[in-house]
């Protein structure tokens, strides 16, 4: 599976723009974008697996949502959400994400704050080579 991101400049806040072979894979490395937000260097190994699932009426929701259960458990649990997985589904309307994310303890990592994920300019779009996203981050 091809999966990759890229941190972009966005006026006072950060984007990730990414993609992926199929939209599970976009869904994750946006997430794997915000994680390199936070932090310039996330060690290789250490962290338990934690798993995350959100239902939402849209796409766009879906990841917003998503993003936002990181954030949370990033607070909650005090972990950066890295080598994360996801699986998207659209059934009778609903669309599920399933993920997973390694929780790096936050004090093993020097992390800058990322206060929420944003609708701004938000973009899900179906290309012929996979899944391309682009969300704001509100820093």
Same mark, same amino acid.
């Given at each position: 599976?091809?999966?990759?991101?890229?941190?972009?400049e966005? $006026?006072?806040?950060v984007?990730?723009?990414?993609?992926?072979?199929d939209? %599970? %894979?976009?869904?994750?490395?946006?997430? @794997? %974008?915000? #994680?390199?937000?936070?932090?310039?260097?996330?060690?290789? &190994?250490? +962290?338990?697996?934690? =798993?995350v699932? !959100?239902?939402?009426? $849209?796409?766009?929701?879906?990841?917003?949502?998503?993003? @936002?259960?990181?954030?949370?458990? /990033?607070?909650?649990? %005090?972990?950066?959400?890295? @080598?994360?997985?996801?699986?998207v589904?659209?059934? =009778? +309307?609903?669309?599920?994400?399933?993920? &997973?994310?390694?929780g790096?303890?936050? *004090?093993?990592v #020097?992390? /800058? =704050?990322?206060?929420?994920?944003?609708?701004?300019?938000?973009?899900? *779009? /179906?290309?012929? @080579? +996979?899944?391309?996203?682009? !969300? !704001?981050?509100? !820093?």
């Amino acid at each position: 599976m091809t999966r990759r991101f890229a941190l972009r400049e966005h $006026t006072a806040d950060v984007a990730v723009e990414a993609h992926a072979d199929d939209l %599970g %894979g976009a869904f994750a490395a946006v997430a @794997d %974008g915000m #994680a390199a937000a936070m932090c310039d260097a996330v060690p290789e &190994s250490g +962290g338990e697996r934690f =798993d995350v699932a !959100v239902s939402s009426s $849209t796409r766009e929701r879906a990841l917003y949502d998503y993003l @936002d259960q990181l954030i949370y458990e /990033r607070d909650v649990r %005090g972990v950066l959400p890295v @080598d994360n997985e996801a699986r998207v589904e659209r059934t =009778d +309307g609903t669309w599920t994400v399933a993920a &997973s994310a390694r929780g790096v303890p936050l *004090e093993a990592v #020097a992390a /800058r =704050d990322l206060k929420a994920v944003t609708y701004s300019e938000m973009r899900i *779009e /179906r290309e012929d @080579d +996979g899944w391309r996203a682009y !969300v !704001v981050f509100d !820093v």
